[in-house]
Protein backbone atom coordinates (compact mmCIF):
# COMPACT_ATOMS: atom_id res chain seq x y z
CA UNK A 1 0.00 0.00 0.00
CA UNK A 2 2.70 2.57 0.76
CA UNK A 3 4.58 1.67 -2.10
CA UNK A 4 1.43 2.16 -4.12
CA UNK A 5 0.60 5.76 -2.42
CA UNK A 6 4.57 6.67 -3.26
CA UNK A 7 3.92 6.18 -6.72
CA UNK A 8 1.15 8.03 -6.76
CA UNK A 9 2.50 10.57 -5.05
CA UNK A 10 5.53 10.99 -7.75
CA UNK A 11 3.19 10.67 -11.17
CA UNK A 12 4.01 13.26 -13.38
CA UNK A 13 1.09 13.39 -15.99
CA UNK A 14 2.07 13.28 -19.61
CA UNK A 15 -0.31 14.84 -22.38
CA UNK A 16 -0.92 12.90 -25.86
CA UNK A 17 -2.82 12.82 -28.72
CA UNK A 18 -4.73 10.73 -30.11
CA UNK A 19 -7.23 11.13 -33.07
CA UNK A 20 -10.09 8.70 -33.96
CA UNK A 21 -11.46 8.95 -37.66
CA UNK A 22 -15.02 8.20 -39.01
CA UNK A 23 -14.49 6.22 -42.55
CA UNK A 24 -17.57 4.92 -44.59
CA UNK A 25 -17.04 1.80 -46.73
CA UNK A 26 -20.17 0.29 -48.81
CA UNK A 27 -23.21 1.67 -46.60
CA UNK A 28 -21.39 1.00 -43.63
CA UNK A 29 -19.68 3.44 -41.12
CA UNK A 30 -17.32 3.04 -38.81
CA UNK A 31 -14.36 4.62 -36.49
CA UNK A 32 -10.48 3.75 -37.13
CA UNK A 33 -7.89 5.48 -34.62
CA UNK A 34 -4.86 6.64 -36.13
CA UNK A 35 -1.35 5.03 -35.52
CA UNK A 36 1.46 7.56 -35.80
CA UNK A 37 4.59 6.16 -36.47
CA UNK A 38 7.07 4.96 -34.19
CA UNK A 39 9.38 7.80 -34.73
CA UNK A 40 6.63 9.71 -33.29
CA UNK A 41 5.36 8.14 -29.82
CA UNK A 42 6.53 7.01 -26.59
CA UNK A 43 7.14 3.44 -25.05
CA UNK A 44 3.46 3.07 -24.99
CA UNK A 45 2.38 4.55 -28.54
CA UNK A 46 1.29 7.60 -27.80
CA UNK A 47 1.81 10.38 -29.73
CA UNK A 48 3.38 13.30 -27.57
CA UNK A 49 3.81 16.39 -30.15
CA UNK A 50 0.76 17.95 -30.80
CA UNK A 51 1.43 18.90 -33.79
CA UNK A 52 1.87 15.93 -35.57
CA UNK A 53 -1.37 14.68 -34.69
CA UNK A 54 -2.68 18.41 -35.93
CA UNK A 55 -1.25 17.56 -39.03
CA UNK A 56 -2.96 14.02 -39.38
CA UNK A 57 -6.23 15.83 -38.81
CA UNK A 58 -5.24 18.30 -41.36
CA UNK A 59 -4.41 15.21 -43.94
CA UNK A 60 -7.93 13.30 -43.18
CA UNK A 61 -9.61 16.67 -43.30
CA UNK A 62 -8.03 17.96 -46.45
CA UNK A 63 -8.37 14.72 -48.47
CA UNK A 64 -11.33 13.50 -49.93
CA UNK A 65 -13.46 10.36 -48.57
CA UNK A 66 -12.31 8.16 -51.22
CA UNK A 67 -8.31 9.13 -51.06
CA UNK A 68 -8.95 8.94 -47.14
CA UNK A 69 -10.30 5.23 -47.26
CA UNK A 70 -7.51 4.36 -50.28
CA UNK A 71 -4.84 5.10 -47.62
CA UNK A 72 -6.58 3.12 -44.58
CA UNK A 73 -4.60 0.12 -43.69
CA UNK A 74 -6.70 -2.71 -41.84
CA UNK A 75 -3.97 -3.35 -39.64
CA UNK A 76 -5.63 -6.49 -38.36
CA UNK A 77 -9.17 -7.81 -38.32
CA UNK A 78 -10.39 -10.71 -35.41
CA UNK A 79 -13.79 -11.99 -36.18
CA UNK A 80 -15.23 -14.67 -33.97
CA UNK A 81 -18.34 -17.12 -33.01
CA UNK A 82 -19.73 -16.29 -29.57
CA UNK A 83 -22.45 -18.50 -28.40
CA UNK A 84 -24.43 -16.21 -25.49
CA UNK A 85 -27.06 -17.23 -23.43
CA UNK A 86 -30.00 -14.89 -22.74
CA UNK A 87 -29.36 -12.24 -19.71
CA UNK A 88 -31.17 -13.16 -16.90
CA UNK A 89 -34.85 -10.80 -16.35
CA UNK A 90 -34.19 -7.61 -13.85
CA UNK A 91 -35.04 -8.26 -9.85
CA UNK A 92 -36.11 -5.30 -8.70
CA UNK A 93 -33.46 -3.21 -7.09
CA UNK A 94 -31.12 -3.62 -10.28
CA UNK A 95 -35.08 -2.36 -12.61
CA UNK A 96 -35.46 0.29 -10.68
CA UNK A 97 -30.96 1.21 -10.78
CA UNK A 98 -31.32 1.18 -14.45
CA UNK A 99 -34.62 3.05 -14.45
CA UNK A 100 -33.06 5.26 -12.53
CA UNK A 101 -29.72 6.20 -14.39
CA UNK A 102 -31.44 5.91 -17.97
CA UNK A 103 -35.00 7.01 -17.69
CA UNK A 104 -34.95 9.30 -14.63
CA UNK A 105 -37.71 7.50 -12.99
CA UNK A 106 -37.82 7.02 -8.88
CA UNK A 107 -37.86 3.56 -7.35
CA UNK A 108 -41.49 3.97 -6.39
CA UNK A 109 -42.35 4.82 -9.62
CA UNK A 110 -40.44 2.24 -11.38
CA UNK A 111 -42.30 -0.52 -8.59
CA UNK A 112 -45.66 1.29 -10.07
CA UNK A 113 -44.50 0.76 -13.84
CA UNK A 114 -43.75 -2.93 -13.11
CA UNK A 115 -46.31 -3.78 -10.84
CA UNK A 116 -48.80 -2.42 -13.49
CA UNK A 117 -47.36 -4.50 -16.12
CA UNK A 118 -47.55 -7.48 -14.00
CA UNK A 119 -50.97 -6.91 -12.86
CA UNK A 120 -53.12 -5.06 -15.69
CA UNK A 121 -50.79 -5.97 -18.65
CA UNK A 122 -49.71 -9.68 -17.69
CA UNK A 123 -46.77 -8.75 -19.65
CA UNK A 124 -43.89 -9.51 -17.16
CA UNK A 125 -43.82 -11.90 -14.17
CA UNK A 126 -43.76 -10.64 -10.32
CA UNK A 127 -41.64 -8.10 -9.78
CA UNK A 128 -40.98 -7.84 -6.07
CA UNK A 129 -38.71 -10.94 -6.51
CA UNK A 130 -34.91 -11.07 -6.48
CA UNK A 131 -34.83 -14.50 -8.10
CA UNK A 132 -33.85 -14.53 -11.98
CA UNK A 133 -35.45 -17.25 -12.54
CA UNK A 134 -39.05 -18.69 -13.67
CA UNK A 135 -40.46 -21.15 -10.89
CA UNK A 136 -42.22 -24.53 -12.54
CA UNK A 137 -45.22 -23.72 -11.50
CA UNK A 138 -45.05 -20.34 -14.12
CA UNK A 139 -43.89 -22.31 -16.97
CA UNK A 140 -47.71 -22.59 -18.32
CA UNK A 141 -47.92 -18.77 -18.32
CA UNK A 142 -44.60 -18.24 -20.65
CA UNK A 143 -46.65 -18.15 -23.88
CA UNK A 144 -48.98 -15.99 -22.98
CA UNK A 145 -45.77 -13.68 -21.63
CA UNK A 146 -43.66 -13.65 -24.53
CA UNK A 147 -47.27 -13.15 -26.86
CA UNK A 148 -48.31 -9.97 -24.82
CA UNK A 149 -48.36 -6.69 -27.11
CA UNK A 150 -47.27 -3.54 -26.24
CA UNK A 151 -49.38 -1.08 -25.15
CA UNK A 152 -50.26 1.42 -27.29
Known amino acids: MVDRDREIAQFVP ?3 WSLDVLLAANGQTFTAQWRPGRDITDDEGRCLDQ ?4 AAQARFTAESTAIAIAIAIA ?3 ETERVKEVAPLPFDLGTLQEICSKKLGLGAQETLNVAQALYETHKATT ?8 LPTSMLPEVP ?7 CT
Not at 51 to 54: K, L, T, V, W
Not at 126 to 133: E, I, N, S
Open 144 to 150: AVLEARP
Open 51 to 54: RHAQ
Open 14 to 16: VPF
Open 75 to 77: ISV
Open 126 to 133: YPRTDCGY
